[in-house]
Structures are given as C-alpha cells and as structure tokens.
C-alpha cells in the first residue's frame, strides 16, 4: 500500500450522527501538516439526516449558527485503503472534532467513555452483528418506482439457507475482499430471516476499533453494492411485511492485566459480580437511553409484534427473545449481547451507551431482577419493565436524564434531542414511503 510520503491524495473523514462518513480529499504533499494540524470542517455535519435535510441543532444551525469551521484532529492510527481507489489515493484518516463540536462529535463520545471505563481499571471488548437488506435496484430504479414495488436480491426468506449463500457467493466474495484492506475483522456472514436479507459480523476487538470497523463496514457495503447497480439498505423495517433489522452488540470487560472481568466460576452461570451489576446498570438506564439505540422514526417500526425485537428490558441466559442475551460457555468468550439497537443506529453512540450503562451498574453495584426464562415474547414470562412505546417517549426520557447528562455530557443531550425531536416532526403524518426515500439508501 501507498505511504504517507507517496500518498497522491488521502480522505479525511469524520463520522456524522447518523454513522455517515463525511469528509474530503486532501493533498499528499499537506498530509504531514494536517495530520500534525488538523483541518476545518463545520459542525453542521452533525446536524444532517441522510440526503441532507438540516436538522435543528441549538447553536449550530438555529438563529446564532454561522456556518463555521471547527478543527479536526486526524487520528494517525486510524489509517486504512479504500480498496476501490487507486492506490496512490486510497489512503482514509479517521477524525474527530475538537473544541464546542467535540462534545456532539460520535467518535469524541465514545472516547470520553472509554476514558472513564480506563479510570475504573476495564477495558471494554465489542463484536457487532450488523443486519442488513440487499436490494437489485440501482438509485435510478428506486426513483422510476417511487420507492415502491422493489426487488430483493432473493426472493424468499432463507435464514443461513447455504443455496442463497452459494448463488450470492459473487457478493459475499466482494465484501471479504473490501474489508481486508479496510482493516475489518469479518468474522462471519450468512443469510438472514427474508428475502436478500443478511448479516455481517465483526469479530470482538478494542471498543473504540471494533466500532471504527462496524462504521467502515455499513459505508462501504452500501458503497459495493452502488458500484454493481444495487442497493443496501439499514432501515429498521424498510416494509411491514419485512423482518425487522438490528445491530446486535457483544460486550465484555476484561481488567487492566487482560484478565476477564465476567467469569466467576462459583457463581449461578458463571456471571461474577461484575457482570451481574454491569447488567443491573443496563437494565436500570437502558430506558433513559433507548433513543441512542432507536433514532429514528423508521426505528420505530422494528418494535412491531412478531419481528424479532424485544418488546422489554429483559435479560436471560441464552435467550434470543430477550433484550439482553448472556451468552458463552468459557472465560473468555462470556459477554452480553445488547439486542435493542436497530440497524440504523450510529455504532459509536451504541457502544458507549452500552459500556456507560453497564459501567454505571458496576460503579453502584446495581443487582438485575429476575431472569427471564422461556419465550420473553409471551405474555407474563417477560420479566422486565416494557419497552417504551414511541420516538416522542425515547426523546422526552432521553432530555430528562440525569445519567445521560452525567456520561455523554450536557450538550450532547441538547443536540441529539434537538435533532431527533426535528426529525419526528418531519415525518407527522407521512407514511412508510417517505421514510423510504429519505432513509433507504444512505440511512
């Protein structure tokens, strides 16, 4: 691959609200100073929804925005190829804002937790499950159909069918082939629950990298499939006859010899005490913070009846119909899955408020409730509060938090609510269409 010295341009990218990479193509002969410097860019990025509909953001696209430059800081250690460049301009940065923006700035987010976990002696470890929807439509055929009568890639629900695998192996092969030089840890893929429906998995990692990599990953599937004519889509319930999409998080904690911080083989399950109260602080704030998981209003869909989501804040041993999933069967492999977030969630904001309510359970030795045992989805075997019930109530619990203000910071509340009480309102009245043409392609 190109060095620094031979690069003939490089990207520099930060990650929006959404989980977009936004950025731009600079110079290799100004690498040096910009990764020593950084560079501009206007914090109106953070205010955009997908096809760039500015949101309301207090101070940033209100009545006192004035548009401005923030600085970037480039992370030198960020760096990867983009496969589908030529080499002397495939080099891609990471960044992150400083100054006011730093304190709306996903990535910046995720660091400040990851900061405080090291303060408190963990060392989070995350893998991402990442659902997802191909589609043989090209952006010029979802316009010719309104969005409308579209075609999946296969035409018949086909969980881990080997025959969809194999007839699809072109594009499986693609994917393997791009995440290599994006530095994305692919740890499986197979086929999902309906038609062109699949799910890609990246391996456990550092937080902070295996959330780079989940970023990388749902940008440049959506860039592969554009480049045959095609289409992947993250919208949560991109129909009412379609499953619902997730992104299922792994989380475990391991201390600051390596060491994992889960396992207690004296105890029920082998759950330590740290992992009891890390779940007992996902359970107690998981309500305060379900807006970071579900932020928008196609999220909403995906918590109908019948779909696969979890209808309440419940936990269990190996149970799929639950919220939060304990599973593994060694030291090492022990660890929670969070199946609240929906596919379009933003990796970065889903993993720190994961870590930052699980770390919260430790840090107030939190104990969970009772385990739910059998099918969570059945009426009276769920044994958790309910899961709250629309956007307007994530929104209003989310602004109201005392423990949202205190781990993602006062600001932060103030202009993801702001932005997300924007999009809400957008979208009064309009149907499932409308959600399509502003999310299906780049949501």
Known sequence: MTTQREARFATVAIVDTNGLLRGQKVAGEDLAGILEHGMGMSPVQLA??????????PGVTDDEGDFHDSQLRVDPDSLRHIPFEVDSDSALYLAQFT???AEFCPRTVLRRVLARATEMGFAPKLGFELEFTLFDESAESLRTKGFDG???AT?????DLIIY????SDFYTAVADMCGPLGIRLGKMHEEIGGG???ACINANGALPAADQAVLLKNFLRVLAMKQG???CFMPRWSEQADSQSTHLHVS????????CFWDADQPHNMSETFRHFIGGLQRYLPDITLLFAPTVNSWRRFAEGTFAPPAYTWGIENRTTCLRVVGGSARSLRVENRLPCSDSNPYLAAAATIAAGLAGIADKIEPGEATVGNGYVPGHSKGAPLLRNMHEAIEAFSASDFARAWFGPRFVETFTSTRRAQRAQFEGKDLIAERRRFFELG
């Open 155 to 159: 035409a018949l629900p086909s969980h």
């Open 150 to 152: 579209l075609t999946t």
């Open 230 to 232: 095609r289409t992947v």
């Open 99 to 101: 100054g006011d923006a």
């Open 165 to 168: 695998q194999v007839a699809q």
């Open 197 to 199: 429906f699949m799910e």
């Open 253 to 260: 904690l391991l201390g600051t010899d390596g060491s994992p």
């Open 48 to 57: 955009l929804d997908p096809t760039d509909e500015i949101m309301h953001m």
